[in-house]
């Protein structure tokens, strides 16, 4: 039999923000990624693979 246990958190209000903050980059990141995966098939009809794209990190977080 598998056991589960819940635990709740209760962040401050300059954790709550931090935590936020760092879910709406992780939101931006995919849906840039998305959009250039996207695009590069519809225009090139090129598959980008998940490699390339990490390329793409160091200029976007600049």
Not at 11 to 23: C, D, G, I
């Amino acid at each position: 039999m598998l056991k589960a246990f819940k635990y709740r958190i209760y962040p401050t209000k300059a954790q709550r923000s931090k935590m936020e903050e760092t879910l709406e980059l992780c939101r931006w990141t995919y849906n840039e990624t998305l959009a250039y995966r996207k695009n590069s098939f519809e225009q090139e009809g090129k598959s980008i693979s998940k490699y390339e794209t990490h390329y793409l990190l160091p200029e976007w977080k600049k």
